[in-house]
C-alpha cells in the first residue's frame, strides 16, 4: 500500500493508496514540530477506527514546508520501514519536463499538480490552485511545466485586511448577494469575492492570449467551488489533484526504478 503525503502550508493530507483506488484520506494541520511518533499515532487511531487493515510498505512526500520533511521521513523509517520518494529530491523522477529559468525552484505541489493535470486532461492547461497563495501553473502541449503566476491567497488577503487595519474585523469569505456592500463585512466579502473573480478570469484570459491557443483551465483547493458556482471561470474541478498527481509520479518511479 501506498501512504501519500500532501503536506501544504495550511494542511497536510494522508491518502492511503491500494493501486487502484483510495481507501481513506485524512487532514492534519501542517505543523513542522509534529514528531514522527505523534504522526504514527494519529495515522494509526484513524486507520483503526475506519477499520484499515493495510501494510504501508511505500511512501511519497510533497511538502511546500521542508522542515516537516524530516520527521516524515523518520515516519517511513521507523514505523514503515521504507524510504519515501520525496517530490523535488534528485531521486524521485517526473514523468513531464519543467522549462523554467535556470535554477529556480519550483514548489513541489506545482509540479505535482502538472503531473496530474497532465495525466487526467493531457496539454495546453492553466491550472489554478487555491491554497495559501492563489497559483496559476501552465502545462504545455506535450505536459511539460513551464511556468506559471503566483498571487496571494484569498484567506490571505483576508486576514491582511483584518490586520493591517485596526478597523476592519476578521471575515469568512463567501459569495456576497449584492455587489455594492452595505455594511463593513459585506463591503470587505465584496471586494475580496469579486476581486479574485476578475483575477482569474484577467489572468487566464492574459495566458491564453500569451500562448495564443485555446487552453483548458482546472481548479482545485477548497475556495475552488465557490467561485465556480456563480461564475464559468473554470473547465473542470478537481478536488484531490495533488494526491492524485502523488499516485502518478509513485507508479512513474516505479516503472523506471
Known amino acids: 500500500m501506498l501512504l501519500a503525503i500532501d503536506c501544504g502550508n495550511t494542511n497536510t493530507v494522508f491518502a492511503i493508496w491500494d493501486g487502484e483506488q483510495f481507501l481513506a484520506s485524512w487532514r492534519t494541520s501542517t505543523e513542522w514540530q509534529r514528531t514522527a511518533d505523534q504522526y504514527f499515532v494519529w495515522l494509526s487511531t484513524l486507520m483503526r477506527l475506519q477499520g484499515i487493515e493495510a501494510q504501508i ?76 497563495a ?57 471586494g475580496v469575492f469579486w476581486g479574485y473573480v476578475g483575477l482569474v478570469r484577467e489572468i487566464c484570459a492574459r495566458i491564453k492570449a500569451e500562448r495564443e491557443r485555446e487552453m483548458r483551465v482546472i481548479s482545485t483547493g477548497g475556495l475552488a467551488p465557490l467561485f465556480q458556482q456563480s461564475e464559468a471561470l473554470f473547465d473542470a474541478f478537481e478536488d484531490d489533484l495533488t494526491i492524485h498527481g502523488l499516485t502518478v509520479i509513485h507508479k512513474f518511479n516505479k516503472d523506471n526504478a
Not at 66 to 83: G, I, K, M
Not at 92 to 110: K, S
Not at 147 to 161: D, H, Y
Open 57 to 132: 510498505t511505500d511512501m511519497i512526500i510533497s511538502s511546500t514546508v521542508p522542515r516537516v520533511v524530516f520527521n516524515l521521513r523518520v515516519l517511513a523509517d521507523r514505523y514503515f520501514n521504507t524510504r519515501p520518494l520525496v517530490v523535488g529530491k534528485p531521486d524521485c523522477l517526473l514523468p513531464v519536463d519543467v522549462r523554467v529559468d535556470q535554477g529556480t525552484a519550483v514548489g513541489p505541489d506545482r509540479l505535482v499538480n502538472t503531473v496530474a493535470g497532465h495525466d487526467l486532461y493531457g496539454g495546453d492547461l492553466i491550472m489554478v490552485d487555491f491554497g495559501t
Open 134 to 190: 492563489t497559483t496559476f501553473d501552465v502545462v504545455d502541449s506535450d505536459g511539460a511545466y513551464i511556468g506559471g503566476v503566483i498571487a496571494p491567497g484569498v484567506n490571505l488577503s483576508l486576514e491582511a485586511l483584518h490586520q493591517a487595519a485596526a478597523a476592519l474585523p476578521h471575515v469568512d469569505i463567501s459569495k456576497p448577494q449584492a455587489v455594492i456592500g452595505t455594511n463593513t463585512v459585506t463591503c470587505m466579502q465584496s
